[in-house]
């Protein structure tokens, strides 16, 4: 099946400094990108709709201010987590998706933020 | 309600078959989805059914699909210690976006 690649997979930063995970699909043109959010025994809160092109769609109650999506060509979106405080540690997890609806995710890896 | 729902934990003794519901919320979903994560890890898409199905059987899986009711299932047979995950079961809402249930715990023991 397709690739994709998420970076980093772990990340340990400061309180207030910005963090920036790449999602990049390896083997497809992934024209739309989604950007999850997983806590500790939780399952997947969906942050945001990534196009390529385009802005993001965030979801409610998702600041965008603070979780910047960049979706720059068809094989790279970036998440970047601004200002960054110990409640943003989480697990983020991209996806992405072929061109046509109902066509399968491919997920990454998952980028483990720890902000202390 | 807008979240998709699933039972929290399953316990079975290995070699005894697993099975994992869902309730989901959009009805004109196109495909629905079986993922596995396994601890600290991303997700696995383990089989996906399209929305004019039924069933679908996949080696040690069947998925099972009750459009009236919007009920999912996923039947593992012959569970084994390597099958000890989380399963999350998504649904296709508005065609764009994958939403993911609640997730289940699935412990298997000897």
């Known amino acids: 099946g397709a690739v994709v690649s998420q970076h980093p997979s772990r990340v340990i930063c400061k309180s207030g400094t910005s963090v920036k995970i790449e999602c990049r699909s390896l083997?497809?043109?992934?024209?739309?990108m989604f950007w999850y959010r997983q806590f500790p025994k939780q399952s997947l809160m969906l942050m945001a709709t990534?196009?390529?092109?385009?802005?993001?769609?965030?979801e409610q109650g998702v600041e965008k201010d603070k979780f910047l999506i960049n979706h720059a060509s068809l094989t790279l979106s970036t998440l970047t987590v601004t200002s960054a405080h110990p409640e943003d540690s989480s697990f983020y997890i991209c996806?992405?998706?072929?061109?046509?609806?109902?066509?399968?995710?491919?997920f990454g890896q998952g980028t483990r933020l720890t902000v202390v | 309600g807008e979240d998709v729902e699933q039972s929290l934990f399953l316990s079975v003794r290995e070699g005894d078959s697993s099975v994992i519901n869902c309730t989901y919320t959009?009805?004109?979903?196109?495909?629905l989805y079986w993922y596995k994560q396994e601890p600290g890890a991303g997700l696995q898409l383990l089989t996906y059914?399209?929305?004019?199905?039924d069933m679908k059987q996949d080696q040690r899986l069947t998925v099972l699909l009750n459009k009236k009711d919007k009920h999912l299932s996923l039947r593992i047979a012959d569970t084994q210690t390597g099958d000890s995950a989380i399963y999350f079961c998504?649904?296709?809402?508005?065609?764009?976006?994958?939403?993911f249930g609640t997730g289940t715990r699935l412990q298997v023991f000897p």
């Open positions: 083997d497809f043109q992934a024209t739309t």
């Open positions: 996806s992405a998706r072929r061109q046509g609806v109902g066509t399968e995710a491919f």
């Open positions: 998504a649904e296709d809402r508005r065609g764009d976006k994958l939403i």
């Open positions: 959009d009805s004109s979903s196109t495909y």
């Open positions: 990534s196009n390529e092109g385009s802005k993001a769609t965030y």
């Open positions: 059914i399209f929305s004019n199905m």
